[in-house]
């Protein structure tokens, strides 16, 4: 019996009866196993915990790289060293802005106050002029209120004749005769109004009835508050509506 180089019993001499190798070959060393990888870093490394999670958003880990943020648990850098995002978190509900105080130039909607001024009417008396013996304070006068709109407003009497319809008209009853028919101009401006004296006979007065009267065709800015004395006894103060 011979042997072929892989260590058959074989009765042929040419090729092995058991492998088919050719007897006369070199004997063929057997294989070793093969050698074990060394392990890496990562193969080396134990692996996580359970429920391990991320230590910068808290999303429980499925792998080496967090899903939301991207942190690496296999590195595992200082949280300190990574933006750490904000926590999500429903948003508060907002309240609307306070409404906005309006500046001076804001515009506002003003009217003028219509009375009868005792204490005027006797500065009137005392000035001694032409009529001054005829006039006659009347006993009551009712107050009117007039909203002040458009470009201009009109303080005066009415007169068919001469084709004059103030848009403040003091005709009465009763009537003050110390009123021109075309007495006074109120006029818009930046942040409320002005009064404009137009060539009266008696004058017009701001404020104070023995002041100088306003000089005619020069507009005069009115505040809030601000009384115009025209006539003989009529006061017109000016304030918001």
């Known amino acids: 019996m011979a042997t072929c180089p892989k260590g058959h019993e074989s009765a042929t001499l040419d090729y092995c009866e058991v ?59 200082p949280v300190s060293a ?6 999500q978190v429903s948003p508060a509900p907002v309240s609307p802005p306070p409404p906005a105080t309006p500046s001076a ?26 009529d001054a013996g005829s006039l006659a304070m009347p006993r009551f006068v009712a107050e009117r209120r007039f909203a002040l709109t458009g470009q201009q407003m ?11 319809n103030p848009d403040i008209d003091l005709v009465g009853p009763p009537e003050d005769p110390g009123v021109s028919h075309v007495h006074a101009l109120l006029v818009p401006q930046e942040g409320g109004w002005a009064v ?9 007065y701001l404020n104070d009835p023995n002041s100088e009267p306003l000089e005619p065709n020069v507009p005069v800015a009115l505040k809030d508050g601000d009384v115009v004395y025209l006539g003989a006894w009529t006061a017109l103060t000016i304030q918001p509506a």
Do not use: Q
């Open 82 to 87: 990574m933006s750490t995002p904000a926590p």
């Open 196 to 204: 404009v004296d137009m060539e009266s006979a008696n004058g017009t």
């Open 154 to 164: 009109v303080i005066g009497r009415r007169s068919r004749s001469r084709g004059v």
């Open 19 to 77: 492998c088919g190798a050719r007897m006369g070959a070199a004997p063929t060393p057997a294989s070793s196993p093969a050698p074990t990888p060394t392990p890496t870093a990562a193969a080396t490394s134990s692996p996580p915990p359970s429920g391990e999670v991320c230590p910068v958003c808290g999303t429980p880990k499925t792998g080496r790289f967090c899903e939301e943020d991207g942190y690496d648990f296999l590195l595992a850098p």
């Open 105 to 130: 130039s804001a515009a506002v909607s003003w009217e003028v106050v219509v009375r009868a001024d005792a204490a005027y009417f006797e500065v009137v008396k005392a000035m001694g002029g032409e």
